[in-house]
């Protein structure tokens, strides 16, 4: 079944349509990073900065706690990502290889443990945290992460454990090899993508996370880098927007830098040819 | 087995480590209390915490630490801290934001707790804007007008007279010049009215329209009457009849106006007083703009405030010395040091008697001499409001700025849905 040249063009066509979608915005907030006040109020506003300037930069600095908050968003956010990925990947293997009446039951409490919005826990979620004494602390934040994260980790690694082929574990056993070494020299390598892939997945939301941030951490060396960028905004939606672009744009950038670096582990391709169909 | 055991136990662990109880806020003898400021401007940041820094450099015994906030989410905030008693002692917030956590009885009651040269310090009528059943529950200590933004040189071309506080322009001359200072595909002025209701209702106390009505058994009812119809008429009038406004603005915040504004689209932006500061900071070099006092109307420059307040949480356990911490920031040197960082008007009247804001400079004379007019937002205090605002009043009164309703059916939905919306909240 070969693609026509036609419908190849579209399809290049389509990507470079979704990618301008995708990148509008993030080119968007570096120009407006770079450019001085009087830019940003131009009725005719330019892409590249035609004064640029790195004052945003150093008042956002100047004014907000963005390495410590930064610092603070990076702790919370790995290890809700490693305590998610820790918890979900033998209960994923579980659900997926065991098909009980009670994993059914478990997957489907995620699917709906989905629809809760975050201020229906919020306040019972901020007594149990205060009566643990974990209120204004990262530790509590990270718990609340990993039980935020754990469902849809566990969906996800569900999936992946599920295209492991059965065979191999099989092959496996029958070359001698026990429950426990199979599991780590024949599935957990294959499972690597989909581990990186949820593990990224965890951190991502994590780290971009704002309304329990908010409400659970109290002082300033404490807040995570979402709540220190709402301190650029006023009343009635005003916003200080030179600055706020400047440190949204660093705070995007841990993001892309680590998507960056693994995005080859996310790649599939580990199992191909693993079986003959 | 082993690991689903050292589970039980660490879970178990955790729960013999809780107790109950907050941050009891005195340590050695000394006492901490938390502010959480919602200052965000550069200027007013500082002056925040320099404050804070002189108190605690003159009470040993009192530490104050300054816990940033933000405007974007502090009511929720607050909720949460409030219902897991983990509030900051001192609360920075706006007027409008006091009556479900008043209501509630997450705030004290200010009366027995501020001293008497603050008490009379600040008019009867900005103490009733964090008035709630009878008890105080914040200090009103910043408040803006509603003002119009001019594009100077481009009103002294046209010939129109400048209004003064002293002599303003009625809202009908306020039409007619617009009208006038529109053509070649410019607008005479444009009306960001992203958020309607409060613009509305605090520009219509100016024609003496109130909107909401509190009856002798204390229930209050929404009525619509000709002395409402004044602003919100002129409004639509002036976007589609006289098309002397721009359509465009009306779903854009002040912000978002202020390109068109510097590019010379619109002559006029109602604007509150602090904008000044963006535009002191993003006016192309050399453009000249001034401020207007809003239009006046049969009740005269009148217009409805939200001032922001100081309030001290119910949960505190030392509301005496955070009632001194606010008292120390409210000194008169102090609230002009607090107004000139946010650009605003402090509330008292000895401050606002200070050099510094009576000056041309930046306009800030022509907001001062509005001071004296700025009273409580009609709705403030009224429980339901929100939801109303929100349910109600918004949808209706955009469709009817842009003309997509006529005045009678927006009548009906403020008075007949408003109502029903009110009467819950009501029973």
Redesign the interface.
């Given at each position: 079944m070969k693609t026509s040249k036609g419908a190849r063009a579209g399809q290049y066509l389509a990507l470079l349509g979704y990618l301008v979608f995708l990148a509008f915005p993030f080119l968007w907030l570096i120009s407006t990073a770079f450019k001085p006040?009087?830019e940003?109020?131009?009725?005719?506003?330019t892409w590249i900065p035609k004064d640029p300037t790195l004052a945003n930069f150093r008042?956002a600095f100047?004014?907000?706690p963005l390495l410590r908050a930064a610092l603070n968003s990076l702790i919370a956010a790995l290890g809700a990502a490693v305590v998610a990925v820790v918890i979900a990947t033998p209960m994923a293997y579980v659900m997926a290889r065991h098909r009980t009446l009670l994993a059914k039951a478990g997957t489907g409490w995620v699917v709906v443990s989905q629809a809760f919005p975050f201020?229906l826990v919020?306040?019972p979620l901020?007594?149990v945290l205060?009566?643990?004494?974990l209120?204004?602390s990262l530790p509590g934040l990270v718990m609340v992460y990993v039980v935020w994260a754990l469902p849809f980790a566990l969906w996800m690694l569900v999936g992946y454990v599920r295209a492991v082929p059965t065979e191999l574990e099989e092959a496996a056993a029958v070359d001698g090899a026990g429950r426990v070494r199979t599991l780590v020299s024949i599935t957990a390598p294959l499972l690597a993508p989909g581990i990186v892939a949820t593990a990224l997945f965890a951190f991502i939301s994590a780290w971009n996370e704002?309304?329990f941030a908010?409400?659970l951490l109290?002082?300033?060396e404490k807040?995570t880098l979402p709540?220190v960028l709402?301190?650029?905004?006023?009343?009635?939606?005003?916003?200080?927007?030179g600055p706020l672009a400047a440190a949204a744009f660093l705070a995007t950038l841990p993001s892309l830098v680590i998507f960056a670096i693994i995005q080859k582990r996310i790649t599939g391709g580990m199992l191909a040819g693993a079986v003959k169909s | 087995m082993r690991t689903r055991l050292l589970a039980v136990l660490a879970v178990f662990g955790l729960l013999l480590a809780a107790c109950t109880g907050g941050s009891g806020g005195r340590s050695g003898g000394v006492i901490t209390l938390h502010f959480q400021s919602l200052a965000w401007q550069q200027e007013s940041v500082a002056a925040n915490k320099e404050l804070v820094k002189e108190w605690n450099a003159a009470h040993p015994d009192v530490k104050v630490e300054y816990v940033q906030g933000s405007w974007d989410s502090v009511h929720d905030q607050l909720l949460t801290s409030f219902e897991g008693g983990e509030a900051p002692d001192i609360i920075h917030d706006a007027s409008d934001d006091l009556a479900d956590f008043a209501y509630g009885g997450y705030l004290a009651d200010l009366r027995e707790l501020l001293p008497e040269r603050l008490k009379s310090d600040i008019p009867q009528h900005s103490w009733e804007t964090a008035t709630f059943g009878g008890g105080i529950y914040g200090v009103p200590f910043l408040q803006e007008p509603r003002v119009l933004i001019a594009n100077a040189k481009w009103l002294r071309q046209s010939g129109v007279r400048i209004p003064t506080p002293r002599k303003p322009w009625t809202w009908d001359e306020f039409r007619t010049i617009a009208k006038q200072l529109t053509g070649d595909g410019k607008y005479g002025v444009a009306w960001p009215l992203r958020e309607p209701v409060s613009a509305t209702l605090n520009l219509s106390l100016s024609t003496g329209g109130q909107m909401f009505h509190r009856g002798e058994d204390g229930k209050v009812t929404v009525r619509f009457d000709a002395a409402d119809e004044v602003v919100p008429r002129t409004v639509r009038d002036e976007v589609n009849a006289d098309q002397s406004a721009s359509g465009a603005t009306l779903g854009m915040g002040g912000s978002d106006t202020l390109p068109g504004f510097f590019g010379g689209k619109y002559a006029m932006v109602p604007l509150g007083f602090s904008y000044r500061q963006q535009i002191a900071q993003q006016a192309p070099k050399g453009f000249d703009w001034q401020v207007l006092p809003a239009p006046a109307g049969a009740d005269g420059l009148t217009q409805g405030v939200s001032p922001q307040t100081l309030s001290i949480a119910e949960d505190s356990p030392h509301k005496k010395e955070a009632a001194e911490f606010i008292d120390f920031l409210l000194q008169p040197k102090n609230m002009v040091r607090l107004a000139l960082g946010d650009w605003m008007l402090p509330t008292g009247t000895e401050a606002l008697k200070d050099p510094a804001l009576h000056t041309a400079k930046d306009d800030w004379a022509t907001g001062t001499a509005l001071a004296a007019h700025l009273r409580s937002a009609p709705a403030q205090s009224v429980r339901g409001y929100p939801e109303w605002k929100d349910k109600v009043a918004t949808p209706a009164f955009q469709e009817y700025y842009s003309g997509a309703i006529d005045l009678g059916e927006l009548h009906q939905r403020l008075v007949r849905d408003g109502n029903l919306v009110l009467a819950r909240y009501q029973r």
């Open positions: 006040a009087r940003l109020a131009s009725l005719h506003p008042q100047d004014e907000q201020v919020i306040i901020f007594l205060k009566n643990l004494r209120i204004n704002f309304f908010l409400v109290k002082t300033p807040q709540v709402t301190h650029f905004l006023g009343a009635e939606g005003v916003a200080d927007l | -």
